[in-house]
Structures are given as structure tokens and as C-alpha cells.
């Protein structure tokens, strides 16, 4: 008989959940969140990526939200900028059938509406999620090539190896890490060529090494894919995102959008800093969230008569 207290140790009884709890016999263990935990990220997860909707990205920073506005006439201060970013969260509330999601610059925190409700109510009176974007901008690493996924001459090929390798990496520190899988989207490139290549591909071959590159490195527990526009017109954008949601592959994650300027140099253009455009920037808007959703389910219509609707 072993000696009090020096029993061997079996697993729970009750409430055991994978990953949760026991060390067990091994003598590496790990322990994720706790299960409530778990299931609210997981809601909040499987919330933004809804079929039909996706992320709309408004956290540029001071400085280039500054270039967006000197592209039409207006002085980079932060009363435009609040006033901008009123008129995007104060758009009609039918904008929640596409926009699930709005990640915000620290400074949209704090500021209010012109009734005094602040602009992170006016998201949440409409049911999207806000978030907050919490790096402080990007700099090369040592011995890199600063951020070149859109510049260059590579061609599509070279573009999905590179997404590969570096996808690959990020999904080997999650694990080593233990981060809940469940609990997380990735917001990541489209497989494009470089702005610069002489070859000239299809929204099916974007479409095509897109997935293929996610099926080769992303696991099947993670929700979902929200894609970043990278450059790409608005038209582009919704295409290509059509393209990857047609493409005949497998696709185990939700593979939908997560757009700053493909979702706004239209409503910037509408609205010029007046007023009296108020409305027809939000239509804007509405329009394009409207034709990326769409594109989110692979819709067949054109791309183009969406935006007309």
C-alpha cells in the first residue's frame, strides 16, 4: 500500500474538458483558458466571421489617416478625423448585416459623437463588436526586407511560398505557446503577385493559391480567415475575395474580409470633408460592405451591379 499522501494521482472525475484542468502523468503540460473563457472567445470569433459579414478596419494611424484626408482636401486635424469617423460608425444600422466587426485607433476611444454618445456606442447600439488595435506600427526586422507582400516583381508562385513559410512559422509559435485555436481569426494577405510582375493572373489563380497556401498551414480549428485588401482597389478586393470563396478546395475556416481602404476610398471620396455629404458617404459604405458580404458567400452576381444596389 502506498503511503498516505503519496497515492498516485488519476485524472477527474467530472467537469474535464480537453486541454483544461490536470497535469496528468506527463511531464510537459500546459493548460489553456479556463472553459468559460474559452467559450466566449470562441462566440466572439464565430460572431465576426457570420456568413455575410466581416471586419471593417478604421484604426489607421494619425499619420495615415493624415494622407487619406490630404487625397481630398481635408486638414489631417482630430476634429475630422472624429467627424469622419462619426459619419462610418453612424451609418444606417443595416450596415450590421455586413459589418460584424470594427477595429479602432486608441484614439476613436475616447472621443464622442456630436450628441455626446461616444463613437463606441454608436457600434455597439448597432450590435458590431469593437476592438482596438494594440501594436504601434511596424519596423524592419534585422537582416529582412522591410514589408514587401504587394511590392516587387514576384510572381504568384514565389508570393505563395513566401505566405507558406511565414504562415507556417506563426502557426508553430501558437502552438508553442498553446494558444486556443478556437479563441482566434487570422487576418492575413490574399496570395497576389507583386504590383511590379509582367505576368498577369486571374481572380481564380489569386483564388486558388490563396487556399491552397491556408490548407497547407492554417489548422481547421481556427474560425476564421478575415483577409486584409493589401493594396487592391475596392473592385479588386471584393473580386478576388469571391474568387476565394469559389475556388473548388476545401475551406474549413469562414474566408471573409477585414478592410480599411477597400471598404473607404469611395465613402472618403463621397464625403470630401462636407457636411452636407454625410449621407451619401454612408451610402457608400453600405454599398461596399454590401458587395464584400456578398463576395464572403461567393455570391454569382457582378461585382459591379452589387455596388449598384
Same mark, same amino acid.
Given at each position: 500500500?502506498?503511503?498516505?499522501?503519496?497515492?498516485?494521482?488519476?485524472?477527474?472525475?467530472?467537469?474535464?474538458?480537453?486541454?483544461?484542468?490536470?497535469?496528468?502523468?506527463?511531464?510537459?503540460?500546459?493548460?489553456?483558458?479556463?472553459?468559460?473563457?474559452?467559450?466566449?472567445?470562441?462566440?466572439?470569433?464565430?460572431?465576426?466571421?457570420?456568413?455575410?459579414?466581416?471586419?471593417?478596419?478604421?484604426?489607421?494611424?494619425?499619420?495615415?489617416?493624415?494622407?487619406?484626408?490630404?487625397?481630398?482636401?481635408?486638414?489631417?486635424?482630430?476634429?475630422?478625423?472624429?467627424?469622419?469617423?462619426?459619419?462610418?460608425?453612424?451609418?444606417?444600422?443595416?450596415?450590421?448585416?455586413?459589418?460584424?466587426?470594427?477595429?479602432?485607433?486608441?484614439?476613436?476611444?475616447?472621443?464622442?459623437?456630436?450628441?455626446?454618445?461616444?463613437?463606441?456606442?454608436?457600434?455597439?447600439?448597432?450590435?458590431?463588436?469593437?476592438?482596438?488595435?494594440?501594436?504601434?506600427?511596424?519596423?524592419?526586422?534585422?537582416?529582412?526586407?522591410?514589408?514587401?507582400?504587394?511590392?516587387?516583381?514576384?510572381?504568384?508562385?514565389?508570393?505563395?511560398?513566401?505566405?507558406?513559410?511565414?504562415?507556417?512559422?506563426?502557426?508553430?509559435?501558437?502552438?508553442?505557446?498553446?494558444?486556443?485555436?478556437?479563441?482566434?481569426?487570422?487576418?492575413?494577405?490574399?496570395?497576389?503577385?507583386?504590383?511590379?510582375?509582367?505576368?498577369?493572373?486571374? =481572380?481564380?489563380?489569386?483564388?486558388?493559391?490563396?487556399?491552397? +497556401? #491556408?490548407?497547407?498551414? /492554417?489548422?481547421? @480549428?481556427?474560425? %476564421?480567415? &478575415?483577409?486584409?485588401?493589401?493594396?487592391?482597389?475596392?473592385?479588386?478586393?471584393?473580386?478576388?475575395?469571391?474568387?476565394?470563396?469559389?475556388?473548388?478546395?476545401?475551406? =474549413?475556416?469562414?474566408?471573409?474580409?477585414?478592410?480599411?481602404? +477597400? #471598404?473607404?476610398?469611395? /465613402?472618403?471620396? @463621397?464625403?470630401? %470633408?462636407? &457636411?452636407?455629404?454625410?449621407?451619401?458617404?454612408?451610402?457608400?459604405?453600405?454599398?461596399?460592405?454590401?458587395?464584400?458580404?456578398?463576395?464572403?458567400?461567393?455570391?454569382?452576381?457582378?461585382?459591379?451591379?452589387?455596388?449598384?444596389?
Amino acid at each position: 500500500m502506498a503511503p498516505k499522501g503519496k497515492g498516485k494521482k488519476g485524472p477527474p472525475e467530472s467537469g474535464w474538458k480537453p486541454g483544461f484542468g490536470t497535469k496528468a502523468t506527463m511531464s510537459t503540460y500546459f493548460q489553456y483558458p479556463t472553459p468559460e473563457l474559452q467559450e466566449e472567445l470562441r462566440k466572439i470569433a464565430q460572431a465576426i466571421v457570420a456568413p455575410g459579414k466581416g471586419i471593417l478596419a478604421a484604426d489607421e494611424s494619425t499619420g495615415t489617416m493624415g494622407k487619406r484626408l490630404q487625397d481630398i482636401g481635408v486638414e489631417n486635424t482630430e476634429e475630422n478625423r472624429r467627424k469622419y469617423r462619426q459619419l462610418l460608425f453612424s451609418t444606417d444600422p443595416a450596415i450590421s448585416e455586413n459589418i460584424s466587426g470594427v477595429i479602432l485607433f486608441h484614439e476613436t476611444l475616447y472621443q464622442k459623437a456630436d450628441d455626446g454618445t461616444p463613437l463606441v456606442g454608436l457600434l455597439e447600439k448597432r450590435g458590431i463588436i469593437p476592438g482596438i488595435k494594440v501594436d504601434k506600427g511596424v519596423v524592419p526586422l534585422f537582416g529582412s526586407e522591410d514589408e514587401c507582400t504587394t511590392q516587387g516583381e514576384h510572381d504568384l508562385d514565389r508570393a505563395q511560398k513566401v505566405t507558406e513559410v511565414v504562415l507556417a512559422a506563426v502557426y508553430k509559435a501558437l502552438s508553442d505557446h498553446h494558444v486556443y485555436l478556437e479563441g482566434t481569426l487570422l487576418k492575413p494577405n490574399m496570395v497576389t503577385a507583386g504590383q511590379a510582375c509582367k505576368k498577369t493572373y486571374t =481572380p481564380m489563380d489569386i483564388g486558388r493559391a490563396t487556399v491552397t +497556401a #491556408l490548407l497547407r498551414t /492554417v489548422p481547421a @480549428a481556427v474560425p %476564421g480567415v &478575415t483577409f486584409l485588401s493589401g493594396g487592391q482597389s475596392e473592385e479588386e478586393a471584393s473580386v478576388n475575395l469571391n474568387a476565394i470563396n469559389t475556388v473548388d478546395l476545401k475551406r =474549413p475556416w469562414a474566408l471573409t474580409f477585414s478592410y480599411g481602404r +477597400a #471598404l473607404q476610398a469611395s /465613402v472618403l471620396r @463621397a464625403w470630401a %470633408g462636407k &457636411t452636407e455629404n454625410v449621407l451619401p458617404g454612408q451610402q457608400e459604405l453600405l454599398k461596399r460592405a454590401k458587395a464584400n458580404g456578398q463576395a464572403s458567400q461567393a455570391s454569382t452576381s457582378p461585382i459591379s451591379d452589387r455596388c449598384e444596389r
